[in-house]
């Protein structure tokens, strides 16, 4: 399971160290796409092909589920970390998240989240500034 908040930074050559907490989770390969929110999503392969037979099993009749596979896979990027725990974010992920050279990369249970600091900075304090709404929102989930 992932969990916690890192701040790294890209290299020159557009790569990112996995925080050493997440790298025994992602020495089998990882898988960045695009995530909802404007930020990155980064899963194991286990993972991945979890998400992906979820996907698989959507009806393709449906406009919305092929969008989202779509939208999955045109942009996904397959690759293992090197001995350094290094991984490459493909420059159209970093334009797509509106990654510079500082992220935060933060575990959400079963992914890492790899984000714009000034991005993630907006969705905390969105949740810091009204956590009853999160809480209405969250009972409306059975949560």
Not at 54 to 75: C, E, G, W
Not at 85 to 96: A, F, H, I, K, W
């Amino acid at each position: 399971m992932f969990l916690g908040e890192y701040e790294h930074t890209i290299d020159d050559k557009g790569r990112l160290t996995i925080p050493a907490k997440f790298r025994d989770e992602l020495e089998g390969g990882v898988v960045i796409t695009r995530g909802l929110d404007g930020c990155l999503w980064a899963f194991s392969r286990s993972e991945w092909e979890v998400m992906s037979e979820k996907i698989r099993q959507l009806p393709t009749t449906n406009p919305v589920a092929r969008n989202f596979a779509r939208f999955m896979f045109s942009s996904a990027s397959d690759s293992v970390p090197d001995r350094q725990g290094r991984v490459l974010l493909p420059q159209n992920l970093r334009t797509y998240a509106g990654i510079e050279s500082e992220t935060v990369v933060i575990g959400v249970m079963n992914r890492v989240e790899i984000w714009n600091p000034a991005k993630w900075s907006l969705v905390v304090g969105q949740v810091e500034e009204d956590p009853e709404a999160l809480a209405a929102q969250l009972q409306d989930l059975g949560i």
